[in-house]
């Protein structure tokens, strides 16, 4: 079950934020942690992001040069833009965040806060999104449970880095399907991201080496897909 048409893998979030020393903070951190993030400066380029982009969530300033995060998130929603909003803000009066609230926001932080608790906030608002279920997915001896961020070949866990395994969630929800390189980067990296021109090959090979060098097959000259089962 996919989220929107960029799922498949890691998350993908747009965060909009002009403090570039915030912003910086806090990408490492979400993309750490697995998410593939986008970045936006303004207000003006977080329109034209969210007009152009899907994203399964959006982390807003509120202070923004060009157009207002208020003014943001509102247009956002008239227009029927879905994706759940947690406002960062140094904003710490009643007021803002009321604003902030009625304008279609789902949760609200205020500057300086706790980056494990943002993830947090993060996790419990896509959770919701999707019922609280997400399904969990087999594909022969291979078992991955997204909402716990577990895999199993057979009875044996695997422990796998962030984009082992959203590379791995990206194949296994459509196993049948071959993703080029540029499709696998594009799910595990943001906007701004440096992706080595063998970043991905690296990723397979890591993966590889953890479920099983038979399990991922490479299509020469098109891009990987998982083994055929049966």
Known sequence: MALNDNAGGAMRLLLVEDDEMIAETVLESMRRVGYAVDWAQDGRAAELSLDNGVYDLVLLDLGLPGKNGIDVLSSYRKQGGEAPVIILTARDAVTDRIRGLDAGADDYLIKPFDLDELAARARALLRRRTGQKQPIYTHGELTLDPAAHEVTKGSLPITLVPREFALLQALIEEPARVFTRAELEDKLYG???????????????????????????????????LKRCG
Not at 214 to 219: A, H, L, M, P
């Open 191 to 225: 906007w701004g991201e440096e992706v080595g021109s063998n970043t991905i090959e690296v990723h397979v090979h890591s993966l590889r080496r953890k479920i099983g060098v038979d399990q991922i097959v490479t299509v020469r000259g098109v891009g990987y897909r």
